[in-house]
C-alpha cells in the first residue's frame, strides 16, 4: 500500500490517493475530453462522406443500432428482429392479447403513394395500400402462442443499398415484404418460430422465403439460432448492414434484462462462400431512464476490410404509460433512431440514418 509520507513521490490523484472526490473529479474530466474527442472525429468525417437516410421505417431502428446483433434478443411487435422466436406480443400473465402496431411515420409515404400509384388503382386498392403504410402489423397472442402479420416491410435487394434513400422519389411498397408470423413458448426457458414471407416489388410478386429460428435461456444467458432462405431472386435486406445471404443461419448469444441488453452474433455459419460468413456483431442497449435508451453496436465485415459501428436512442418506453397488466417484459419505445458509419481500412465511407415511430394499440 501506497503511504502519503512527505519523502513519498507526487502521484496522479489516479494512482496514489488525494481525496475520493478529487479521484472523481478526475475521472470525469478525462472521460469527458474522450467524449468531446470522439465528437469532433465524428462531426469532421461526417461532412466527408456519402450519407444514406432511409425513409421512416416501421421497424429495423433497433437493431441497427444494436449493430444487427439480435438474435437471441425478444422484441416487441413494433421491432424487427431476424429470429423469429423472439416476438413478444402479450405479458406473461395475460392469457389472450391483441395487438395492432400504428406507424404514424407512415404519414410521409402516403402523398407520395398517391401522387404516383393512386391514379393507376382502384379506391379499394388504395385504401389498402394507405392502410399498410399506416398500420404495419397485427397480432394475437392466446397462452404460449404469438401470431403477426406485417403488412408492408421495406426491403432492399443487395445491389440497391441506397434504395430508399431520396424516399420522396420511391414509396415504401415499391419493393416489399408481407409475412406471417409465429412464436411458441413450449417452455418457460425455450421459445420457438417461424415465419414467412411474401415479397413485392413495383406491385407484383415477387417471390417467398422463409425463415425460423429458437431461442433457449440457460441459467441467465439467451441462446439463439436461426436459418434463413430467400427466394431465387436473392436476399432481401431491411437496411444495407443486414448482409444476410440468400441461405444462412446465425448463431447468436444475449443477456436481456429491464435495464440493459447485451448481445453477441455470428452470420451465415452455413455458406463459407457467402457474403457474410461468420461475420462477428456485438450491440448493448442501456435503459438510462424510462424515457431515455442508449444503443450501440459494432460489425466486422467479413471478406474485406470494411468494419462499421453503430449508435442509436430510444425515447419514451410505452410500457409505462400502459396499465400495468397490459406492460411487456421487453422495450417499446415510441421513437427509435439508429446511426451506423462504415468504414473502409478506418477511413469513413458512408453512413446509414433511420428512425421508427410506432405505438401499439
Request: proline share 5%; hydrophobic share 40%.
Amino acid at each position: 500500500m501506497l503511504s502519503h509520507h512527505s519523502a513519498t513521490p507526487r502521484l496522479s490523484p489516479l494512482l496514489a490517493g488525494g481525496t475520493k472526490g478529487g479521484c472523481s473529479r478526475a475521472i470525469r474530466s478525462k472521460l469527458k475530453g474522450m467524449v468531446w474527442g470522439l465528437l469532433f472525429l465524428f462531426a469532421h468525417s461526417a461532412f466527408a462522406i456519402e450519407w444514406i437516410s432511409l425513409l421512416p421505417h416501421p421497424s429495423c431502428s433497433r437493431e441497427l443500432s444494436m449493430g444487427c446483433a439480435t438474435g437471441a434478443l425478444f422484441y416487441s411487435p413494433s421491432a424487427s428482429g431476424t429470429n423469429p422466436a423472439g416476438l413478444v406480443l402479450s405479458p406473461k400473465f395475460r392469457a389472450k392479447q391483441a395487438a395492432f402496431i400504428l406507424h404514424p411515420g407512415g404519414v410521409w409515404q402516403v402523398p407520395i403513394y398517391l401522387d404516383q400509384m393512386g391514379k393507376s388503382r382502384s379506391a379499394a386498392e388504395n385504401i389498402w395500400d394507405v392502410s399498410r403504410l399506416l398500420v404495419g402489423s397485427a397480432g394475437y397472442h392466446f397462452r404460449w402462442m404469438s401470431a403477426r402479420a406485417t403488412f408492408a416491410e421495406p426491403v432492399m435487394r443487395q445491389d440497391e443499398s441506397d434504395r430508399f434513400d431520396d424516399y420522396p422519389k420511391d414509396y415504401a411498397l415499391s419493393s416489399s415484404q408481407t409475412s406471417l408470423q409465429l412464436a411458441l413458448d413450449v417452455h418457460p426457458r425455450i421459445a420457438v418460430g417461424g415465419r414467412v414471407d411474401f415479397y413485392e416489388r413495383e406491385d407484383r410478386g415477387d417471390g417467398e422465403g422463409f425463415s425460423y429460428g429458437v431461442i433457449v435461456k440457460p441459467r441467465g444467458v439467451q441462446v439463439g439460432l436461426s436459418y434463413q432462405r430467400y427466394p431465387i431472386t436473392g436476399a432481401r435486406w431491411q437496411h444495407p448492414l443486414d448482409r444476410r445471404t440468400d441461405q444462412g443461419i446465425n448463431a447468436s448469444l444475449g443477456v436481456q434484462r429491464e435495464g440493459y441488453s447485451v448481445a453477441f452474433q455470428t452470420m451465415n455459419l452455413s455458406n463459407s462462400d457467402g457474403t457474410a460468413f461468420l461475420e462477428p456483431r456485438a450491440g448493448v442497449e442501456w435503459r438510462v431512464s424510462r424515457g431515455i435508451a442508449l444503443r450501440g453496436g459494432a460489425i466486422l465485415f467479413s471478406r474485406s476490410r470494411r468494419a462499421a459501428w453503430t449508435a442509436g436512442l430510444g425515447l419514451l418506453d410505452t410500457n409505462w404509460l400502459r396499465p400495468k397488466q397490459k406492460r411487456l417484459r421487453v422495450p417499446e419505445d415510441l421513437l427509435s433512431v439508429g446511426v451506423a458509419m462504415i468504414y473502409d481500412e478506418w477511413r469513413p465511407v458512408q453512413g446509414i440514418t433511420s428512425f421508427t415511430l410506432a405505438w401499439r394499440l
